[in-house]
Every structure is written in C-alpha cells, then in structure tokens.
C-alpha cells in the first residue's frame, strides 16, 4: 500500500498571512493523483484541491496552491490570504491510476488561524 | 440536490451488540467507500464496493461486514466481533475507475460504545 505522511501535527497561522502545509508519499508507480482535503469543526470533507502527477504545472483554485515535486515525492499545499474560514483539519490523499480503486490518505494536520 | 446521506448521526451501542451505520448516495456514483477516523490516525479503509453486489476489505476489515445490493446504499455493520468501535465513521462515494476522479463524503456517524 502506498504511503502518505503529513509530518506536521499542527501548524498555525496569523490571519491574512500564507502558510504552508506539507505532505510527501511513497510510491512506485509514474502514474497517479494527489489531493487536498479540509475538514472543518462540522467534520464534513471536502475537497481543496487535485493534481495529475503527469501535469507539471502546479495546481491552483483560487488562495489555494500546490507545490508539486513529483521526483522529491512531496505535494505541499499553500493558503494566501488564510482566513479565520481556513481552520481545519488538512488531509493529503493519494489515488493510483494504475488501480484507482483505493484513497490513501495522510494523518492529517490540524491548521489554527490566529485573528 | 445530490450527495451522501448517513445516519445515525451519534450512536451509542452496549457491548456485545451489532449496529449497522447507513450509507445512501444519490449521485450515481458506482463506487462508495466506509473509512474510521480516530484521532492522530488520519483515515482508514474499512470497506469498499466499486459495484453492486461485490465489495473488497479495506486495511481493517476485521470485526465489520457490507453489503452492496444497491448502487445507491453501502451499510456498515460493526459486530461484536470488532474490540474497539467507538470511533467517527465516513462513508464516500466517487466515479469508477481511473482518472483524477474525487471523493464525495457523507456527514459522518459517531459511534460510542458504552
């Protein structure tokens, strides 16, 4: 099975300041995708944001960005702008294309926003 | 409007009691998937069903069973038989198949064993 690890527990960040959130993961295969999830205090997830991993350019929805290094195996995710909306929990998930049958998901990192 | 409906919300179960948590979608997705969410532990897969009527064991399968007799609903049963229960459950759905195809996600149901 494929690994995802999100080796921060916990960040914070000053409201309208950028932080970023880190993932990497472990994997053979050339092929696959990658997201972000939020889960705010209702529990209810919801996605942030994907990257194709045959995509080079960096995937981006509005304050959200990714920093895709597809040879370091890492996929950090970027807020601009957080806002008090932005705290949550942040899950890094991996989806091969080869099987595409399974998520795998990281432990996730709790975000605080300072206001 | 379409998405994932499951309930109970909160459960509360004896020991050495079965519940079964439900799970229905209406979005026409073929396949759905039951993850447990404990604290520190990010997700993990109990179950999934890419179609009707065959569903594979997730990373820990032990102590739960599914069923899949429609697309449209994918129930969890945790028996008596899985020692430590109490936990926050999440059922997705999403498109089969390969392709940057995403998770849809239930409410969740929170299960505590008393």
């Known amino acids: 099975a494929q690994t995802v690890t999100q080796s921060q527990p916990e960040m914070s960040v000053q409201e309208a300041e950028t932080v970023t959130l880190s993932c990497t993961y472990d994997t053979s295969e050339s092929d696959y995708y990658l997201f972000w999830y939020k889960q705010p205090p209702s529990r209810q997830m919801i996605l942030v944001i994907r990257?194709?991993?045959?995509?080079?350019q960096n995937a981006t929805e509005n304050r959200f960005s990714v920093n895709f290094q597809k040879a370091a195996k890492s996929f950090s995710l970027k807020i601009s702008d957080s806002q008090l909306g932005d705290a949550a929990m942040y899950f890094c998930?991996?989806?091969?294309?080869?099987?595409?049958?399974?998520?795998?998901f990281g432990t996730g990192t709790s975000l605080t926003v300072i206001p | 409007d379409g998405g994932i409906t499951q309930s109970p919300k909160y459960l509360f179960r004896k020991e050495g009691q079965n519940v079964t948590l439900s799970c229905e979608q209406n979005l026409n997705h073929d396949a759905m998937y039951w993850y447990r969410q404990d604290p520190g532990q990010g997700l993990r897969l109990i179950y999934y069903s890419q179609i009707v009527n065959d569903f594979q064991k997730g990373d820990i399968a032990e102590g739960y069973s599914v069923s899949r007799e429609k697309k449209e609903s994918f129930p969890l049963t945790v028996t008596s038989a899985q020692k430590n229960p109490t936990a926050f459950y999440l059922c997705?759905?999403?498109?089969?198949?390969?392709?940057?195809?995403?998770?849809?996600f239930g409410a969740g149901s929170r299960l505590t064993v008393l």
């Open positions: 990257q194709e991993a045959y995509k080079q």
């Open positions: 997705a759905s999403g498109t089969r198949g390969k392709g940057a195809n995403v998770l849809t």
């Open positions: 998930a991996y989806r091969s294309a080869v099987t595409g049958n399974q998520f795998y």
